[in-house]
């Protein structure tokens, strides 16, 4: 059984630029959510998608956009990249509300 | 705001020695408190979870205490051993009406052999 998995797991784009990360879910979960951890730090709940639409929204900029398809895969889109974005992005799974929420390796991103 | 506050932020243990992570949440109406072990360059791997109908729960050598009244929660962990050298998060979840995990900043976790 899969887990979490993410793509890529390391990238570097220039200041400006944009960045598409992708993630599948764990098997039989149909929930996804996207975080950001800066280094050092806990992570921080970017947002969530259920049925294809955004449920639920943290704090960042509309500069980070997403989407979740009929198989339940989900892309994270980060457009006009600042420096500050460097860092793991972090894509986790549940079934339903309320079930236990695994993570997957994340994809670091470095931007220059 | 919901927020999640852990302690301490660095521990450091001889080889079989116990290790306790506390965390203090704010919003009361918290239902779900996972644990996740973080290892150098990977991503959050789940290690216990509790909810807020138990007061304890335990599984081999780790475990973890609720204290709803006082809104904290805390991770055990016994017999450590060098490969629990790891940063450990606390978080905490509304499982009827949220969609997010507030996690606690981290314990970075020494085990010393």
């Known amino acids: 059984d899969a887990g979490v998995t993410q793509s890529p797991t390391h990238l570097i784009k220039t200041r400006g630029q944009q960045v598409t990360l992708r993630c599948s879910p764990k098997s039989g979960h149909d929930t996804v959510s996207w975080y950001q951890q800066a280094l050092g730090q806990g992570p921080q709940f970017i947002f969530q998608y259920y049925e294809e639409e955004e449920r639920q929204r943290g704090n960042f900029p509309d500069r980070f956009s997403g989407h979740q398809f009929p198989n339940y895969s989900s892309e994270l889109n980060v457009n006009a990249l600042l420096l500050g974005d460097s860092a793991l992005y972090l894509c986790a799974s549940s079934s339903g509300q309320g079930n236990t929420i695994y993570f997957g390796e994340g994809s670091w991103l470095t931007v220059v | 705001g919901e927020n999640v506050e852990q302690h301490p932020s660095t521990l450091s243990v001889q080889e079989g020695d116990s290790a306790v992570i506390k965390c203090t949440y704010s919003?009361?109406?918290?239902?779900?408190f996972p644990w996740y072990k973080q290892e150098l360059g990977k991503g959050p791997q789940l290690i216990i979870d509790?909810?807020?109908?138990?007061g304890e729960k335990k599984d081999q050598r780790i475990a973890v205490t609720l204290n709803k009244t006082a809104k904290h929660f805390s991770l055990h962990i016994t017999e450590t051993q060098p490969e629990d050298s790891a940063v450990y998060f606390c978080?905490?979840?509304?499982?009827?009406?949220?969609?997010?995990?507030?996690f606690g900043s981290g314990t970075r976790l020494l085990v010393r052999p």
């Open positions: 509790i909810r807020s109908n138990v």
């Open positions: 978080a905490a979840f509304r499982m009827d009406s949220s969609y997010k995990l507030i």
């Open positions: 919003d009361s109406a918290s239902n779900y």
